[in-house]
Protein backbone atom coordinates (compact mmCIF):
# COMPACT_ATOMS: atom_id res chain seq x y z
CA UNK A 1 0.00 0.00 0.00
CA UNK A 2 1.93 2.87 -1.17
CA UNK A 3 0.07 5.09 -0.02
CA UNK A 4 -0.04 4.30 3.62
CA UNK A 5 3.99 3.79 3.26
CA UNK A 6 4.41 7.24 2.04
CA UNK A 7 1.83 8.63 5.14
CA UNK A 8 3.71 6.89 7.30
CA UNK A 9 6.89 7.88 6.44
CA UNK A 10 5.97 11.78 6.35
CA UNK A 11 4.41 10.69 10.04
CA UNK A 12 8.10 9.81 11.23
CA UNK A 13 9.26 13.06 9.44
CA UNK A 14 7.00 15.63 11.17
CA UNK A 15 7.07 13.74 14.51
CA UNK A 16 11.17 14.47 14.43
CA UNK A 17 10.10 18.37 13.33
CA UNK A 18 7.53 18.89 15.49
CA UNK A 19 9.50 17.85 18.56
CA UNK A 20 11.54 20.67 18.01
CA UNK A 21 9.01 22.88 17.38
CA UNK A 22 7.45 21.86 21.02
CA UNK A 23 10.16 21.88 22.48
CA UNK A 24 10.63 25.97 21.98
CA UNK A 25 6.96 26.02 22.44
CA UNK A 26 7.15 24.91 26.04
CA UNK A 27 9.33 27.91 26.54
CA UNK A 28 6.43 30.22 25.24
CA UNK A 29 3.98 29.16 27.00
CA UNK A 30 5.77 28.43 30.29
CA UNK A 31 6.62 31.87 30.55
CA UNK A 32 3.22 33.81 29.73
CA UNK A 33 1.32 31.45 32.11
CA UNK A 34 3.28 32.66 34.85
CA UNK A 35 3.97 36.30 33.87
CA UNK A 36 1.83 36.79 30.88
CA UNK A 37 4.59 38.03 29.06
CA UNK A 38 6.04 36.43 25.31
CA UNK A 39 9.62 36.06 24.96
CA UNK A 40 10.44 36.03 21.59
CA UNK A 41 14.06 35.67 22.59
CA UNK A 42 13.53 31.77 22.71
CA UNK A 43 14.18 31.39 19.23
CA UNK A 44 18.02 32.94 19.22
CA UNK A 45 18.37 30.67 22.84
CA UNK A 46 17.54 28.05 20.49
CA UNK A 47 19.77 29.50 18.18
CA UNK A 48 22.68 29.55 20.95
CA UNK A 49 21.71 26.21 22.28
CA UNK A 50 22.92 24.67 18.73
CA UNK A 51 25.92 26.59 18.66
CA UNK A 52 27.00 25.42 22.58
CA UNK A 53 26.06 22.10 21.07
CA UNK A 54 28.47 23.03 18.11
CA UNK A 55 31.60 24.04 20.36
CA UNK A 56 31.33 21.49 22.65
CA UNK A 57 30.60 18.90 20.04
CA UNK A 58 34.33 20.07 18.38
CA UNK A 59 35.67 19.29 21.61
CA UNK A 60 37.22 15.58 21.98
CA UNK A 61 35.97 12.60 24.01
CA UNK A 62 32.57 14.45 23.80
CA UNK A 63 29.39 12.19 22.74
CA UNK A 64 26.10 13.57 22.03
CA UNK A 65 24.71 13.24 25.21
CA UNK A 66 27.38 15.42 26.72
CA UNK A 67 26.74 17.88 24.24
CA UNK A 68 22.89 17.59 24.73
CA UNK A 69 23.23 18.11 28.37
CA UNK A 70 25.91 20.79 28.32
CA UNK A 71 23.98 22.84 25.75
CA UNK A 72 21.20 22.43 28.34
CA UNK A 73 22.80 23.56 31.19
CA UNK A 74 24.48 26.99 29.08
CA UNK A 75 21.21 27.92 27.95
CA UNK A 76 19.13 27.77 31.34
CA UNK A 77 21.64 30.02 32.78
CA UNK A 78 21.45 32.19 29.74
CA UNK A 79 17.85 32.72 30.45
CA UNK A 80 17.90 32.93 33.88
CA UNK A 81 20.54 36.16 33.09
CA UNK A 82 18.50 37.58 30.39
CA UNK A 83 15.36 37.15 33.05
CA UNK A 84 17.32 39.48 35.79
CA UNK A 85 18.98 41.61 32.96
CA UNK A 86 16.30 42.50 30.81
CA UNK A 87 13.20 41.46 31.92
CA UNK A 88 13.12 41.79 35.93
CA UNK A 89 13.41 45.69 35.82
CA UNK A 90 9.98 46.04 33.83
CA UNK A 91 8.40 43.40 34.83
CA UNK A 92 5.79 45.73 36.16
CA UNK A 93 5.71 47.82 32.96
CA UNK A 94 3.51 47.55 29.84
CA UNK A 95 3.65 44.54 27.95
CA UNK A 96 4.72 46.82 25.09
CA UNK A 97 7.79 47.60 26.93
CA UNK A 98 8.44 43.77 27.76
CA UNK A 99 8.00 43.08 24.03
CA UNK A 100 10.54 45.81 22.90
CA UNK A 101 13.31 44.33 25.36
CA UNK A 102 12.46 41.19 24.21
CA UNK A 103 13.05 42.13 20.53
CA UNK A 104 16.27 43.61 21.60
CA UNK A 105 17.07 40.73 23.71
CA UNK A 106 16.58 38.69 20.18
CA UNK A 107 18.68 41.21 17.90
CA UNK A 108 21.65 41.77 20.81
CA UNK A 109 21.78 37.63 20.62
CA UNK A 110 22.16 37.27 17.06
CA UNK A 111 24.67 39.98 16.10
CA UNK A 112 26.78 38.54 19.20
CA UNK A 113 26.63 35.18 17.26
CA UNK A 114 27.51 36.85 14.18
CA UNK A 115 30.39 38.75 15.51
CA UNK A 116 31.47 36.01 17.71
CA UNK A 117 31.42 33.07 14.92
CA UNK A 118 30.73 34.55 11.53
CA UNK A 119 27.47 35.17 9.32
CA UNK A 120 27.75 31.69 7.43
CA UNK A 121 26.67 28.68 7.61
CA UNK A 122 28.58 25.85 9.70
CA UNK A 123 28.30 22.01 9.48
CA UNK A 124 27.28 20.22 12.53
CA UNK A 125 29.70 17.55 13.39
CA UNK A 126 28.48 14.02 13.50
CA UNK A 127 28.41 12.66 16.64
CA UNK A 128 27.14 9.10 15.97
CA UNK A 129 26.12 7.36 12.45
CA UNK A 130 22.97 8.06 11.06
CA UNK A 131 22.01 4.41 10.33
CA UNK A 132 18.45 3.66 8.67
CA UNK A 133 15.95 1.34 9.63
CA UNK A 134 13.24 -0.31 7.23
CA UNK A 135 9.99 -1.05 9.00
CA UNK A 136 8.07 -2.60 5.89
CA UNK A 137 8.60 0.33 3.37
CA UNK A 138 8.80 2.91 5.39
CA UNK A 139 12.37 4.09 6.58
CA UNK A 140 13.33 5.60 9.88
CA UNK A 141 17.06 6.78 10.66
CA UNK A 142 18.94 6.72 13.88
CA UNK A 143 19.00 10.83 14.37
CA UNK A 144 14.79 10.87 14.19
CA UNK A 145 14.43 8.03 16.87
CA UNK A 146 16.73 9.86 18.61
CA UNK A 147 14.83 13.58 19.18
CA UNK A 148 11.82 11.89 18.81
CA UNK A 149 12.82 10.52 21.89
CA UNK A 150 14.54 13.35 23.10
CA UNK A 151 11.79 15.37 23.02
CA UNK A 152 9.03 12.41 24.06
CA UNK A 153 11.68 12.46 27.53
CA UNK A 154 11.98 16.41 27.73
CA UNK A 155 8.19 16.47 27.59
CA UNK A 156 7.43 14.13 30.20
CA UNK A 157 9.76 15.13 32.27
CA UNK A 158 8.55 18.25 32.11
CA UNK A 159 4.96 16.89 33.15
CA UNK A 160 5.86 15.44 36.05
CA UNK A 161 7.81 18.15 37.60
CA UNK A 162 5.59 20.96 37.04
CA UNK A 163 3.08 17.94 38.65
CA UNK A 164 4.52 16.42 41.47
CA UNK A 165 7.22 18.62 42.61
CA UNK A 166 6.85 21.45 45.10
CA UNK A 167 8.39 23.75 42.75
CA UNK A 168 6.02 22.55 39.99
CA UNK A 169 3.09 23.33 42.48
CA UNK A 170 4.73 26.97 43.28
CA UNK A 171 4.37 27.53 39.18
CA UNK A 172 1.05 26.47 38.95
CA UNK A 173 0.18 28.70 41.74
CA UNK A 174 1.43 31.27 40.13
CA UNK A 175 0.14 30.78 37.30
CA UNK A 176 -3.50 31.25 38.70
CA UNK A 177 -2.38 33.92 41.17
CA UNK A 178 0.43 35.42 41.61
CA UNK A 179 -0.66 37.99 44.44
CA UNK A 180 -2.26 34.91 46.29
CA UNK A 181 0.28 32.82 45.68
CA UNK A 182 3.00 35.21 47.38
CA UNK A 183 0.83 35.64 50.13
CA UNK A 184 0.83 31.73 51.28
CA UNK A 185 4.83 31.96 51.16
CA UNK A 186 5.57 31.24 47.51
CA UNK A 187 8.85 33.15 46.24
CA UNK A 188 7.83 34.33 42.78
CA UNK A 189 10.97 35.79 41.64
CA UNK A 190 12.46 32.23 42.45
CA UNK A 191 9.89 30.46 40.80
CA UNK A 192 9.92 33.41 37.25
CA UNK A 193 13.85 32.30 37.61
CA UNK A 194 13.41 28.55 37.31
CA UNK A 195 10.36 29.06 34.28
CA UNK A 196 13.10 30.67 32.35
CA UNK A 197 15.83 28.80 32.97
CA UNK A 198 13.34 25.48 32.03
CA UNK A 199 12.27 27.46 28.76
CA UNK A 200 15.74 28.43 28.00
CA UNK A 201 16.89 24.51 28.22
CA UNK A 202 14.32 23.20 26.79
CA UNK A 203 15.13 25.96 23.75
CA UNK A 204 18.62 24.91 23.79
CA UNK A 205 18.09 21.00 24.03
CA UNK A 206 15.99 21.96 20.65
CA UNK A 207 18.64 23.94 19.17
CA UNK A 208 21.28 20.81 19.60
CA UNK A 209 18.93 18.04 17.96
CA UNK A 210 17.73 20.97 15.05
CA UNK A 211 22.03 21.03 14.36
CA UNK A 212 22.07 17.42 14.52
CA UNK A 213 18.94 16.38 12.19
CA UNK A 214 20.02 19.72 9.46
CA UNK A 215 23.34 19.13 9.54
CA UNK A 216 23.69 23.12 9.93
CA UNK A 217 23.66 26.04 12.10
CA UNK A 218 23.88 30.04 11.48
CA UNK A 219 23.51 32.60 13.60
CA UNK A 220 19.99 33.23 12.13
CA UNK A 221 17.98 30.03 12.42
CA UNK A 222 16.33 30.89 15.24
CA UNK A 223 14.11 33.62 13.75
CA UNK A 224 11.68 31.17 11.52
CA UNK A 225 11.77 28.40 14.21
CA UNK A 226 11.08 30.70 17.18
CA UNK A 227 7.65 32.55 14.73
CA UNK A 228 6.68 28.70 13.80
CA UNK A 229 6.92 27.35 17.92
CA UNK A 230 4.99 30.85 18.46
CA UNK A 231 2.59 29.62 16.38
CA UNK A 232 2.42 26.29 17.54
CA UNK A 233 2.13 27.63 21.55
CA UNK A 234 -0.71 29.40 20.30
CA UNK A 235 -1.98 26.81 17.98
CA UNK A 236 -2.30 24.55 21.45
CA UNK A 237 -3.71 27.42 23.73
CA UNK A 238 -0.70 29.80 25.02
CA UNK A 239 0.15 28.61 28.89
CA UNK A 240 -0.93 25.29 28.45
CA UNK A 241 1.78 23.06 28.37
CA UNK A 242 0.38 20.29 26.36
CA UNK A 243 -1.28 22.39 24.05
CA UNK A 244 2.20 23.72 23.29
CA UNK A 245 3.25 20.37 22.87
CA UNK A 246 0.66 19.42 20.85
CA UNK A 247 0.62 23.11 18.35
CA UNK A 248 3.99 21.74 17.83
CA UNK A 249 3.61 18.36 16.67
CA UNK A 250 0.87 19.96 14.83
CA UNK A 251 3.04 22.87 13.08
CA UNK A 252 6.03 20.42 12.13
CA UNK A 253 3.22 17.56 10.36
CA UNK A 254 1.63 20.34 8.40
CA UNK A 255 4.66 21.65 7.06
CA UNK A 256 6.07 18.11 6.23
CA UNK A 257 2.56 17.21 4.58
CA UNK A 258 3.05 20.31 2.56
CA UNK A 259 6.57 19.76 1.27
CA UNK A 260 5.02 15.72 0.28
CA UNK A 261 2.33 17.92 -2.45
CA UNK A 262 4.95 19.93 -3.93
CA UNK A 263 4.09 23.13 -1.93
CA UNK A 264 7.78 23.38 -0.48
CA UNK A 265 8.23 26.65 -1.54
CA UNK A 266 4.96 27.80 0.83
CA UNK A 267 6.12 25.57 3.91
CA UNK A 268 7.05 28.13 5.99
CA UNK A 269 3.66 30.16 5.40
CA UNK A 270 1.79 27.43 6.68
CA UNK A 271 2.22 27.59 10.67
CA UNK A 272 1.14 31.29 10.58
CA UNK A 273 -1.36 30.51 7.99
CA UNK A 274 -2.42 28.34 11.20
CA UNK A 275 -2.00 30.89 13.38
CA UNK A 276 -4.49 33.98 11.60
CA UNK A 277 -6.68 30.95 11.37
CA UNK A 278 -6.94 30.03 14.79
CA UNK A 279 -6.85 34.05 16.04
CA UNK A 280 -9.77 34.19 14.19
CA UNK A 281 -11.38 30.83 14.98
CA UNK A 282 -10.16 29.77 18.12
CA UNK A 283 -7.78 32.50 19.88
CA UNK A 284 -8.07 30.65 22.90
CA UNK A 285 -6.37 27.70 21.16
CA UNK A 286 -6.76 23.55 21.18
CA UNK A 287 -6.29 23.16 25.00
CA UNK A 288 -6.66 26.90 26.31
CA UNK A 289 -8.95 28.85 28.40
CA UNK A 290 -10.88 31.71 27.84
CA UNK A 291 -9.25 34.47 30.61
CA UNK A 292 -11.71 35.90 32.69
CA UNK A 293 -10.81 39.29 33.81
CA UNK A 294 -10.95 40.40 37.11
CA UNK A 295 -13.62 43.59 37.92
Known amino acids: MPILNNLMQQLVNGLALGGIYALIALGY ?25 LVLALTNYVNVYTALLGATLITMILGVVIERVAYKPIRRSSRLSALISAIGVSIFLSSFMVRVKGPNTRGFPTLFENRIFEIGNFQITIYQIVIIGVAGLMMLGLHLFVTYTKMGRAMRACAQDKDAASLMGVNIDRVISVTFAIGSGLAGTAGVLAGIYFNAVQPYMGLLAGLKAFAAAVLGGIGSI ?34 ILVLLFKPSGIMGRKANKKV
Open 242 to 275: PGAMIGGIVIGLTEILGITVNLSEYKDAFAFAIL
Open 29 to 53: TMVYGIIGMINFAYGEIFMFGAYAG
